[in-house]
């Protein structure tokens, strides 16, 4: 069989956009990103902010807080310490759900190539010959006649089958994953400034005198 | 539909989870630190309102949210 160029399977591929099939799902993405930044902002100044003589002053929640008591004795108190604490409302909203969590881009391609080469023959083949010879010889006492047949047959019969298969398949497969971006570090920082603030501030003794006085 | 989320002790500072709807029916949450608990104070119906309208706010955002995003695709 005659040398028969190979096929170059990632030729097949060549042809595809896939700047354009990873590229654009990314891009949507992005934007759908952008888009929800602009509306936690919007979110965050109009619900969590109020604004007062222009300036804005975050929304504050009041929250109770028990702490368990120990006796000096090591024994657990029956009455708990309470005290009431202000939590900024922001600090209470879980903005970072607003997010595209994960972006998957599945894509697959297969391409198959299958060559089949079948060759088959068959050959018969007959020959006979009949010849008769029949000449009467005759003499005086008898005569004599012969007869004869010639016949030569022969059959050669060929079959055969040759089948040569190729096959070759290739698989472009592209899986991407996108992450959520964490908040932005302005945020992030104010939650944990008003965070940092939930905790109740320890007056010293000379500050209780102060504030005695 | 409800949220989870997380608030710092005032005490320890370790994370306390806080699950909205139970929060807003009052209920408390404890630090597995410090054995502390805190709960949105019943007696001001001011922080109340205040959380409940900013949850059902959040919630609406993000529905919106999600609609858009599925008419992109």
Redesign the interface.
């Known amino acids: 069989m005659a040398d028969e160029p190979k096929k170059v399977m990632a030729g097949d591929f060549s042809g595809l956009p896939l700047k354009a099939l990873i590229g654009a799902p990314l891009k949507a993405t992005a934007d759908a990103n952008a888009m929800l930044a602009r509306s936690q902002t919007q979110f965050l100044l109009s619900t969590c902010f109020d604004s007062v003589d222009g300036k804005l002053r975050p929304k504050m929640l009041n929250f109770n807080l028990e702490r368990s008591v120990v006796n000096a004795d090591g024994s657990l108190a029956d009455k708990k310490a309470s005290m009431e604490i202000s939590i900024p409302l922001m600090t209470l909203i879980p903005m970072n759900s607003l997010a595209v969590q994960e972006l998957n881009v599945a894509f697959e391609m297969e391409v198959k190539n299958s060559t089949e080469y079948i060759h088959k023959s068959q050959s018969q083949q007959k020959n006979e010959a009949t010849g008769d010879i029949s000449s009467p010889y005759e003499s005086d006492k008898f005569s004599v006649e012969m007869h004869g047949t010639l016949a030569r047959s022969r059959k050669s019969e060929s079959s055969g089958s040759s089948a040569v298969k190729d096959n070759s398949s290739a698989r472009y497969e592209i899986t991407m994953k996108a992450g959520q971006l964490p908040l932005a570090k302005g945020i992030t920082t104010i939650i944990d400034m008003f965070a940092k603030g939930i905790a109740p501030i320890q007056l010293k003794a000379t500050d209780d005198k102060n504030s005695d006085e | 539909m409800s ?3 997380s ?2 002790c ?2 320890c ?1 370790s994370d306390i989870l ?1 699950e909205s709807t139970q ?1 807003l029916s009052g209920g ?1 949450f404890r630090c597995s630190n ?8 019943l ?2 119906p001011k ?1 109340v309102s ?2 409940t ?3 059902e ?2 919630e609406k ?2 529905e ?2 999600l609609s ?2 599925q008419n ?2």
Do not use: M, R, W
Not at chain 2, 34 to 41: E, G, H, L, M, P
């Open positions: 949220f989870h989320h608030i710092p005032p005490d500072g806080i929060l408390s410090v054995n502390c608990t805190v709960a949105i104070s007696d001001d922080s205040t959380v309208s900013a949850f706010k959040f955002l993000k919106e949210s858009q995003a992109t695709d």
